[in-house]
């Protein structure tokens, strides 16, 4: 099958994590026999133009690893005026496809990630060249009431302007399904997936985990904004493990408040127990989760966590909260839910926890997250979803 992927955000090169699993996906569809393309825009603001001689520019075409990936850039100009960064987005998108088509022919398939503004492009080509359109939803925006309306009515159209939509949350369906006035089953759930570099790593064992000179370890992974917790976790981390205890915390990823996380560490006197490892790159991910004991995401929402899929496929337990993605990711015997914004419930656990390490089994954690959430287990939900449009005619 010929797949043409229209991510709305997308890696710029091989360090660059921004819509990481939008390429992912693409690469486990090139590995499940698919020909796939993508068309990627980039929207620039003028702090790229200053810095631009210490930023790389990416190539506007090149195959990366089975992927015919096609670029443009295009500056956000009038950027505060509604619609402008959209029909901005489009022309490049526009531009992109032509040059696709030319060399590429038509695809029997698109599927487009994000409503915004991918999903509601890619409904105007289903309606101009009659290819069938798949859109996933992935943005947290429209729970945490982010999307200002003229937003919302581009999102609407391109929802309904699709052949099949994906939500990768049943709570993310739901909530797409309320906010753009669509039938309640609207949205189908098909998870995002963990990628080959998770499933072919060395999994975490007990014995690993447990050296006898290796105090316990617990891992953040997530970018450091307010939305992902960590005040929280640092609070209940110093009250769960206050001094002398050896156990500790480490944050892997950067964001704009990782200055004040470190800043109450020290006011919390646990900052020589807390190590904040900065921006981690993809490859380096499994390594750095496989070291750890047990993997904390205390995230006030999350559509999925991805991260949490990633550390079970590793075999590494997860205490989460119930945020929104966690409680389909998480299974009995992979580790506890927590409610969101309770750092003395989170401290509980996480006490509770570190005295049960040994008591979990990493491999039938790993089972069953590689069984759910693995490159070939989603490519063939997704490759079912596609023959099932086709089948119905499609766009036609």
Not at 39 to 55: D, F, G, M, T
Request: charged residues 20%.
């Amino acid at each position: 099958m010929h797949i043409l992927v229209l991510p709305s955000w997308y890696p710029n090169n091989s360090e660059d994590i921004n819509g990481v699993f939008f390429r992912d996906q693409a690469k486990a569809l090139v590995e499940a026999g698919h020909k796939v393309g993508v068309i990627a825009v980039n929207l620039r603001s003028l702090r790229y133009l200053i810095a631009k001689n210490s930023v790389e520019t990416p190539p506007l075409f090149e195959i990366v690893e089975g992927i015919h990936t096609y670029r443009d850039s295009v500056w956000k100009l009038l950027s505060r005026m509604p619609y402008s960064k959209y029909l901005l987005w489009r022309r490049g998108a526009n531009r992109l496809l032509a040059r696709y088509i030319a060399e590429h022919g038509m695809p029997d398939i698109i599927h487009a990630h994000s409503t915004l503004f991918a999903g509601k492009v890619a409904a105007e080509w289903r309606k101009r060249y009659g290819v069938p359109v798949v859109v996933t939803e992935h943005k947290s925006g429209f729970a945490r009431g982010k999307i200002k309306p003229w937003q919302l009515g581009l999102a609407r159209k391109a929802a309904l302007g699709a052949d099949a939509l994906i939500a990768v949350s049943p709570p993310l369906g739901d909530v797409l399904s309320r906010e753009l006035a669509m039938a309640s089953d609207a949205w189908r759930w098909i998870p995002n997936m963990v990628a080959s570099r998770f499933s072919d790593a060395p999994a975490a064992s007990e014995e690993q985990s447990r050296q006898p000179n290796q105090p316990p370890r617990l891992i953040n992974l997530a970018m450091m904004t307010e939305n992902k917790g960590q005040f929280d976790l640092l609070a209940a981390f110093a009250k769960a493990f206050p001094a002398p205890s050896g156990v500790e915390l480490w944050f892997g990823g950067d964001g704009p408040i990782r200055p004040q996380l470190e800043e109450q560490a020290q006011a919390l006197n646990i900052a020589g127990r807390v190590r904040f490892l900065g921006r981690v790159l993809p490859e380096d991910v499994p390594a750095l989760l496989v070291g750890a004991d047990m993997m904390v995401l205390p995230s006030h929402y999350e559509t999925f966590g991805v991260v949490v899929a990633e550390a079970l496929s590793l075999g590494v337990p997860v205490i989460a909260t119930r945020c929104g993605g966690p409680e389909c990711i998480i299974q009995q015997g992979d580790g506890v839910l927590v409610e969101p914004h309770a750092p003395d419930e989170l401290a509980e656990v996480l006490k509770e926890q570190v005295k049960k390490l040994s008591d979990y089994d990493r491999s039938a954690i790993r089972a069953r997250a590689l069984g759910r959430f693995s490159g070939p287990a989603v490519t063939a939900q997704l490759g079912a979803l596609y023959e099932e449009v086709l089948a119905a005619g499609g766009a036609q």
